[in-house]
Each structure stands twice: as structure tokens, then as C-alpha cells.
């Protein structure tokens, strides 16, 4: 009688023993598969090597489900995850609490846009306001970039201006269903008193007084004046793709269907001409299922023709102000926010800018774009391109000494004054004062650099308070761009700027329904 060789009998003791599965990789992490197998095919088995989790074909390909390569198509691109609807699920509720429903007659909250990460300093400044005008607000941030305030003891103005707000929605309403028509239709219905299936319509405590007056005045305003833009939270991050955009579009433009349909506003205008006036209807998804909306004629804010608040032009005021080439440094685009605006811009050839604390060169690069000679001051030289640039006057000096006379400006020529310079507040306050004393630029735009975490509310507000004792105009804003610094935004209250075309400088970050 022959016996089994020794190798047989190892090859069954190791398959039937009781580390077998050790062996045949159906719960190990190695490469699985049992002896024989790996001796006729090499790697194999359903462990967790390259070949995935599940029973294997003895190649390290797995049946079940991969972990490696199968999350890619054959055309290279990534497959979607079968759990993307728990994904928008859980990215919705970050938005909290949702809004309660307002009613006819009722309190209407405020909704202000801001920089993200800078939600608590608007909260600071309009409970500031709030207290210094006898009264008590409630606001607070359900999602980053964006603050609801409960004014109900009417404290707030209609067109409250906070310096670190980009955007406003006043006196907005909150409604609720379950279809893109039916949201639309409630919208329509809260603003403007129109469209209510309710059965009884004459009953005046569901007519809602503001929206009765907002209806007759925007039934005679001039065709082409109302703009719609369709908004959601994850654009107050400037998300690229934020959810909800898709039904935010698709209510949008059921909106202005409906709207063109009565108000000749929301139709194309019959000539050229800007109109003379502009509303602006703003809706913004909170779920896919409510929407706080707010219907408003914008007030002229200037210097600019098109320069209103809150802003037509720019959903949730965000401009793209990003060049393709090379620039000297990132801080070109508070100085194009800036701008973009004020809606006005130098004149070609005509405008000489002074551009203080100069270096590297950002801010000057963005005025020899628009055809500007300039008057470069620092102590230390420009990027080399702006150097041997015969449009750039570069002096070698103080900032908070320079005067245009020292570069041969006089007071018949246009000149501008800008200025980045990294220093105190109070020195912001002084360089303001000292250039609107002499009356030596028709516009500047200087930022005031804060310490430490918070801004210093305190000397912004005097400041403002200087240029305007001196007979400039002032508006301040915290853009996009901006950290922990402000941009002061000064123009002659009888000068006769360039109007800034709409989207010659930056463009709209996202697409505007109306």
C-alpha cells in the first residue's frame, strides 16, 4: 500500500485544520486563497489585498463589491456613490435652524450676506447699531456667510448698510411647499399679494399691507428695472457646485414667467437706456421646501450710476474679479472689489493715481489696466515688470508723507489716491484726513488694516465720520477679498466720474435668472 507523500498531507491538514481560514483568505487580510490555487494562479482569494473585499475568481479580482479600481469607469472618470442622497441629506441639515413661516402683517426677518468666518463680526455691528438707536434685535447665523436678524420692533432701516454685510434681503418672507411651481407661486403670493387660491382672498387680515404697496408700485415701474437672482446657502462660500442650485434655477425661472406675465418691469426694456430705477427679487432655497424671499426697490448708493444696495448686478454682491496673468500679488482683487463697487472707474489717459505703500505692485498693476498713469511711493521698489514700466512713477518714500505736489500733481488734473499699506487704524484716519483736507484726490480707496482677532468698530466709525465732516462721501465694506481690514470706498459729492460699464471689470459669480 502506497502512503501519501508528506506534501499531501500538509496541503490537508492546513485546508481542513482550524486556521483554514487563514488560508483560504475568506475572512484574513492577506492575499488569500488556498495553497493549491496560489500555486496554479499566484495571488487570489477574497481577502483584502488588491483584488477587494468578497469571493474571488483566484486573480485578485474580486465579485463583490470593489474597493479599488471599480470606482472608476473605463473612460477614467469617477462613478458616483451610492450614497449621494444621504450625502445631500446630511449637507442640507447643516443649515440650522430652518426659518419659521411668517405670516400677513407679521414680523419680517432681515437676511444679510457676509464673508464666511465673519457671520459673528456682522452680528456685533448691527446688534451695535441696534442698541445705539434705543432698540434689540435678534440675529444669528444658521450657515456660514449668512445672518438672519428678527427686527421686530422696526430698529432696522430698509436699507441698512453694515460695513461687513455683501449682500441684503430685507424685510424678507419665509413660505413653504412641496413643488418648484408651488414654491414660485408662494413667493409670488407673499411679495406681491397675487396668485392666493385661499377662499377668502377679501378677508384683510390675509392681505398683507407691504405687499399690497409693493404690487402697485412695481406694476408702474419702468420695463427692464426688476432683476430676480435664485439664490442658496452654499453660494455664501462661493461653492462652485452648492446644493440645491438645479431647483433654485428652475424656481427661479418660474418666477420671472409668472412676473412677466403682469408687471411690465420684469419684461425686456423697449430702449438702450438704463432704466432709472431697480428692483431686485431675491429668493434663496433654505430646504428643498422653503424659501425666504425679498422683494425691494434698490436705492441709489453711488458714485456710480449703477452702483445700488442692495446690489442688481452681483448675487449675494459676490463680483469674480480673478485675472488670468500673472500679478504681483493676490491683493489686487480688494482694490477691483472696490471698484466694481463704486461703478466708476479713472479715466484713460486722464487719471493720475497715486498708489501709497505700493509694493510689490497688486494695486498698481490693476490701474495701468485701465490705462492710468501712476505714482508709485514706498520704500521698497515694485515687481521688475511695473519698474520698467514708463506709465509707473515709482518715488522712494513715506506713505503718510507723500503729497501729490512732489510728483509735480496739481489740483486741475484728476487724480486718484489709493493705498494698501499695513498700518494702525488711527494712522488710516490720519491719511484719510490729511488728503481730503487738501482736497488732492476726486476718489480714493484705502483699506484699514484691525489687530488681533477683533476690528476696532470705534475708529472705523470716526473715520467715516472725518470724511464726511470734510465733504467726501464715504462707504465702507468688508469684501470677499478682505481679512481682517475694511475698504474705504471715498468719492467728491460733485465730482463727475467715468460710470463703470456693467461686467467690463468683474463678472458675476453666479448666473442671474432675471
Not at 435664485?230 to 412676473?259: N, W, Y
Request: charged residues 25%.
Amino acid at each position: 500500500m502506497l502512503l501519501p507523500s508528506p506534501l499531501f498531507l500538509l496541503s490537508y491538514l492546513l485546508a481542513t485544520g482550524p486556521n483554514a481560514d487563514r488560508a483560504t483568505g475568506s475572512g484574513g487580510r492577506g492575499r488569500g486563497g488556498n495553497l493549491t490555487q496560489r500555486a496554479k494562479r499566484g495571488r487570489g482569494g477574497g481577502g483584502r489585498g488588491r483584488g477587494g473585499r468578497g469571493a474571488a475568481d483566484g486573480y485578485g479580482r474580486s465579485s463583490g463589491r470593489s474597493l479599488g479600481r471599480k470606482r472608476y469607469t473605463r473612460e477614467g472618470t469617477k462613478k458616483k456613490s451610492n450614497n449621494s442622497v444621504d450625502d445631500l441629506e446630511t449637507r442640507q441639515e447643516e443649515l440650522s435652524p430652518l426659518p419659521p413661516l411668517t405670516v400677513p402683517n407679521g414680523p419680517r426677518p432681515f437676511y444679510f450676506t457676509c464673508r464666511h468666518t465673519y457671520e459673528h463680526t456682522l452680528i456685533d455691528e448691527i446688534n451695535r447699531y441696534a442698541k445705539r438707536n434705543g432698540g434689540e434685535v435678534h440675529a444669528m447665523s444658521p450657515y456660514p456667510g449668512l445672518v438672519r436678524v428678527e427686527d421686530n420692533d422696526g430698529i432696522l432701516p430698509t436699507f441698512y448698510d453694515p460695513v461687513y454685510a455683501l449682500q441684503s434681503m430685507p424685510q424678507s418672507v419665509v413660505v413653504t411647499a412641496e413643488s418648484i411651481k408651488s414654491i414660485s407661486k408662494q413667493v409670488i403670493n407673499a411679495l406681491l399679494g397675487v396668485g392666493s387660491n385661499d377662499d377668502d382672498d377679501n378677508d384683510e387680515s390675509k392681505v398683507d399691507r407691504i405687499s399690497q404697496q409693493q404690487h402697485n408700485r412695481l406694476r408702474s415701474a419702468e420695463r427692464g428695472s426688476l432683476s430676480i437672482h435664485c439664490l442658496v446657502p452654499g453660494m455664501c462660500k462661493a461653492q462652485t457646485k452648492p446644493v440645491m442650485q438645479h431647483r433654485s434655477d428652475k424656481i427661479g425661472e418660474e418666477i420671472a414667467k409668472m412676473t412677466k406675465k403682469m408687471f411690465p418691469a420684469a419684461r425686456k426694456a423697449a430702449t438702450e437706456e438704463d432704466p432709472s430705477t431697480r428692483w431686485l427679487l431675491q429668493v434663496m432655497l433654505q430646504s428643498p421646501n422653503i424659501a425666504v424671499a425679498s422683494l425691494v426697490e434698490c436705492q441709489k448708493k453711488g458714485p456710480g450710476q449703477n452702483a445700488y444696495w442692495p446690489n442688481y448686478v452681483h448675487p449675494l454682491g459676490l463680483a469674480k474679479v480673478d485675472i488670468v496673468e500673472k500679478m504681483p500679488s493676490s491683493a489686487y482683487r480688494k482694490l477691483m472689489e472696490g471698484i466694481e463697487c463704486m461703478k466708476i472707474a479713472p479715466k484713460p489717459k486722464l487719471t493720475t493715481v497715486v498708489d501709497l505703500g505700493a509694493c510689490p505692485g497688486g494695486w498698481t498693476s490693476v490701474m495701468r489696466r485701465l490705462g492710468c498713469y501712476v505714482v508709485a511711493v514706498d520704500r521698497s521698489e515694485l515687481d521688475a515688470v511695473l519698474m520698467r514700466d514708463d506709465m509707473v512713477e515709482f518715488i522712494k518714500g513715506d506713505a503718510f508723507t507723500f503729497e501729490p505736489k512732489m510728483a509735480g500733481i496739481n489740483k486741475e488734473q484728476d487724480c486718484w489716491m489709493i493705498s494698501d499699506v499695513i498700518a494702525y487704524p488711527e494712522r488710516c484716519t490720519e491719511l484719510l484726513q490729511r488728503w481730503c483736507e487738501g482736497r488732492w484726490a476726486s476718489n480714493m480707496i484705502v483699506t484699514m488694516k484691525f489687530q488681533g482677532g477683533e476690528p476696532d468698530l470705534d475708529e472705523l466709525d470716526n473715520a467715516i465720520k472725518v470724511v464726511q465732516r470734510l465733504g467726501y462721501n464715504c462707504r465702507v465694506k468688508h469684501f470677499f477679498n478682505n481679512k481682517n481690514e475694511v475698504t474705504f470706498m471715498v468719492s467728491e459729492k460733485d465730482g463727475n466720474p467715468l460710470d463703470l460699464e456693467v461686467g467690463s471689470l468683474g463678472s458675476t459669480m453666479f448666473p442671474v435668472t432675471l
